[in-house]
């Protein structure tokens, strides 16, 4: 069984201090701390308990603090209740032959390091172990980095949502609806029998 997408047990990457595992009920003051601080409009507390209770995939990436190398800024940092630096963490619902991301967050001390995209990853071996053709997800228009981090892994934008996000008390924001195929595509080269 891929390690990524076990979620009966923690993962340990090659570097040993870093973990992939499910969240737990225990997480989510931090994970909602740090939703509030990456995000102008967060999910509660309450949206990470009703996507537990729900059974969908959730899961946290944290590492294991090493003060010889930590930077210092870290002492400020989330941390989960085990004392693990939080790095991040996301959300994502099971559907018939497709999956949906629903939330994914970077903490921003830890952004910028590569960790979205390493969750991403995660996310699209654990669609292709479930048997998913496609993984869906929406994201602001005006988030340009996220946009650019999803096309970097592979997500083609597939339309828009008009009005989908609340932007201020008179407006709203357009979703960008985008997909990743999971399934190979066929060989161009290959001849038909």
């Not at 870093?18 to 931090?30: E, V």
């Not at 995939?57 to 590492?63: C, K, P, S």
């Not at 934008?157 to 190979?184: C, F, H, N, S, W």
Request: proline content about 9%; hydrophobic content about 45%.
């Amino acid at each position: 069984m891929n390690p990524l997408v076990d979620d009966t047990q923690p993962a340990v990457s090659a570097d040993a201090a870093l973990l992939w595992r499910p969240m737990t009920a225990a997480d989510l003051d931090a994970v909602a701390e740090v939703a509030k601080t990456a995000h102008p409009h967060p999910w509660s507390r309450r949206h990470y308990e009703d996507s537990l209770a729900a059974g969908h995939w959730a899961r946290v990436l944290a590492r294991r603090p090493d003060p010889r190398h930590d930077p210092p800024h870290w002492v400020h940092a989330p941390a989960t209740p085990e004392g693990d630096w939080l790095l991040g963490f996301l959300v994502a619902m099971p559907g018939v032959e497709e999956g949906h991301l629903l939330d994914v967050t970077v903490a921003p001390v830890h952004q910028r390091h590569g960790w979205g995209g390493w969750m991403l990853r995660a996310l699209a071996d654990w669609g292709r172990a479930q048997g998913f053709a496609q993984l869906w997800l929406e994201v602001r228009r005006s988030n340009a980095a996220a946009r650019a981090l999803y096309a970097r892994c592979g997500w083609v934008e597939a339309g828009v949502r008009k009005d989908y996000y609340p932007d201020t008390a008179q407006r709203r924001e357009d979703a960008i609806v985008m997909r990743l195929d999971l399934r190979p595509a066929p060989d161009a080269t290959a001849t038909p029998r």
